[in-house]
């Protein structure tokens, strides 16, 4: 019991640092307020926003590495919905709404439409005008 514990503490601390370093970097302050699209495709490829103890199974890692991105698409969803774009009127389920965000991320990364040091919540926000567009 203590152990599971243990492990819930340091992932609550491990999420409220992740919180603070999706925007680090160098650069000015505005600079670090971004996420660029390199790093939302690491997020879905397991790698976490902080590093992890080895102790860490890579099934955690790679949850954890999922709850980051699912919180950070979920804060440019809610940003605009239902003003630019009406992603809840679609009836979907939030994963389906992401995995075909991260889809059409990943198709304009792959054809070269737009640079990997992109920033993701502005490529985000143009993938949601078109594919939810409220009516």
């Known amino acids: 019991m203590q152990i599971r514990l243990v492990v819930l503490s340091v992932s609550l601390l491990g999420a409220l640092i992740s919180c603070t370093a999706f925007g680090t970097g160098q650069g000015n302050a505005k600079d670090n307020a971004r996420v ?3 790093r939302l495709q690491a ?3 397991g790698q976490p926003v902080t590093p992890l103890p080895p102790s860490f199974s890579a099934q955690a890692t790679k949850g954890i590495a999922n709850d980051q991105l699912a919180m950070y698409l979920a804060g440019v969803i809610d ?3 239902g003003q630019s774009w009406c992603v809840a009127a679609s009836g979907l389920p939030p994963h389906e709404v992401n ?3 991260l889809a059409e ?3 304009d990364l792959q054809q070269q439409k737009v640079a990997a040091n992109a ?3 502005v ?3 143009s993938k949601l005008k078109v594919l939810f567009p409220c009516k």
């Open 36 to 38: 660029p699209l390199d």
């Open 43 to 45: 997020l879905s490829n």
């Open 79 to 81: 940003s605009g919905e």
């Open 99 to 101: 995995q075909q965000l």
């Open 105 to 107: 991320l990943q198709r």
């Open 119 to 121: 920033n993701s919540a």
């Open 123 to 125: 490529q985000l926000a």
